[in-house]
């Protein structure tokens, strides 16, 4: 082999940290169009190929443009991680070395590490010490696995072999499920063959949180199997299901709790904001983030499930392979849908290792900080209006009295730059969402984010005056 593909590594390494260095401090920019993008890249199948120095340059090139700036340390849209350098860094690793992570004895490093990863991230979070963990792609796959974990065991109670005879014919099982709950986890439903439209819907009050008397009322409406799906940190308020309450009232009833925990199961791991979570610990089943709060690079959710048989019975895959011997070892395909897969329990580990259980709740608790303290520098200034002190990590802001202020708003503020933030609609108004969800996000990058989001809101008022 020439040196080529050896330089390629190099020069995308080099090319890689130099706009980590350039993200951190600069100034943003306007990201292209996806128009712009798309022509950028539209070009008929390569019949010859390339170097790969020159592949690699290639993409930089073309790509550039239209890259958003979302590791930035003002970048506040949806919810998104930082990508921490040490997560990136082990994250090169993991593709170089290649290795395909679905059984432990083919990848014993990769298996190792993610059991330790699993032991820490439910000591992280105060779950149950021998809960089970599959690493996912995200949150989304987390909460399918853990949904379809419920599945198994709810069918398994009623005498019914799920995994064998399908859905055909069987017990039908009742959702619970809050008014504000995520869309993503009506994709598990829907994949899982249990309905998106068959759903019991709970109400909630102004925060998003499931009422406990609502809940009430429905598990006493309901026979036959039941799972409850419940929420910590909703997408726009952060607000948590009261699980106090409402986890003991479904355990009574022998239903199965599944909590997606995407971003705000990460209160779990800081002694600040424990208290909003309280009783989360006594569910079944969680999803949560690892490219979120604990910023490793994309991607990497996790499904942790207490009764570990009934989530190996809806994700094991049987190949012609020896299973695991008992005790420590386990193949990571037991846990997720995947059998081939990326080695993601390295940037996890690598992001605990480095961060540490104070570092993890110093970001935290920084982060929370940074949304409360945005929305105490802006409300009240010129009609601007935070809909309700945060919770956790995001700011809703009302600019105005119509939608059209707002989004009008929002939209200054993205071409101004200096700060990402996005619109989200909540219980039929739209505002301006801010999410602080970063370990580079400085409190000084907070002050540059007010003025920013103040005078935005004077152009905007201005041009209607
Ligand atoms: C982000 C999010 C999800 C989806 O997670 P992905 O990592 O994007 O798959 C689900 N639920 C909540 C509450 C979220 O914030």
Not at 68 to 77: E, I, Q, S, V
Not at 100 to 121: I, K
Not at 131 to 157: C, D, H, I, K, P
Not at 307 to 324: C, E, F, H, N, W
Request: contains cysteine.
């Amino acid at each position: 082999m020439s040196e080529e593909p050896w330089q390629a590594m190099r020069f995308a390494a080099e090319e890689a940290i130099a706009y980590r260095q350039r993200t951190g401090t600069a100034e943003r920019a306007p990201v292209a169009t996806p128009e712009d993008m798309f022509a950028a890249f539209d070009q008929p199948l390569p019949e010859a190929g390339a170097d790969p120095g020159a592949v690699i340059a290639d993409l930089i090139e073309r790509a550039s443009p239209g890259i958003r700036a979302m590791t930035h340390p003002r970048f506040f849209g949806w919810v998104i991680g930082g990508s921490h350098p040490v997560g990136v860094a082990a994250d090169w690793l993991v593709s170089a070395w290649g290795q395909n992570n679905g059984n432990v004895f083919g990848t014993p490093a990769a298996s190792a590490a993610e059991a330790v990863v699993a032991r820490w991230l439910v000591e992280l979070l105060g779950l149950p010490a021998d809960a089970a963990v599959g690493l996912t792609t995200g949150a989304t796959v987390a909460n399918f696995v853990g949904l379809a974990a419920a599945r198994s065991e709810l069918m398994r109670r009623a005498g019914w072999d799920v995994e064998g005879d399908g859905m055909f014919g069987a017990p039908p099982i009742t959702v619970l499920i809050g008014a504000d709950a995520h869309a993503t986890v009506f994709s598990g439903l829907r994949y899982l063959g249990l309905g998106t439209r068959r759903v019991v819907t709970v109400e909630t009050d102004a925060l998003g949180r499931m009422l406990p008397a609502a809940f009430e009322r429905a598990l006493a409406g309901v026979s036959g199997p039941v799972l409850a799906i419940l929420q910590a940190g909703q997408l726009n308020t952060g607000a948590f299901d009261p699980f106090a309450e409402i986890v003991p009232l479904a355990r009574e009833r022998g239903a199965w709790t599944h909590v997606d925990g995407a971003f705000g199961l990460w209160a779990q791991a800081t002694p600040a904001y424990r208290p909003l979570s309280a009783g989360v610990e006594l569910a079944d089943s969680w999803a949560v983030d690892g490219h979120k709060w604990l910023q490793t690079p994309y991607d990497c959710g996790f499904a942790i499930v207490r009764d570990g048989d009934s989530l190996q019975r809806a994700m094991a895959i049987s190949t012609s392979y020896l299973p695991p011997p008992e005790g420590q070892q386990r193949d990571p395909s037991a846990f997720v849908p995947e059998l081939s897969r990326r080695a993601r329990g390295f940037g996890a580990w690598a992001m605990i290792r480095h961060l540490g259980r104070e570092g993890i709740a110093e970001m935290i608790e920084r982060n929370c900080r940074q949304a409360a303290r945005l929305a105490q520098l802006l409300d009240g200034q010129d009609g601007i209006r935070s809909l309700f002190e945060p919770q956790l990590n995001q700011a809703l802001l009302r600019f105005g009295d119509d939608d059209q202020a707002t989004l009008d708003t929002v939209d200054a503020v993205q071409r101004d730059a200096r700060i990402f933030v996005g619109p989200a609609s909540w219980h039929g108004e739209w505002v301006m969402r801010v999410s602080v969800c970063s370990y580079a996000t400085k409190d000084s990058d907070i002050a540059i984010a007010a003025e920013a989001i103040a005078e935005a809101w004077q152009t905007v008022r201005k041009s209607r005056a």
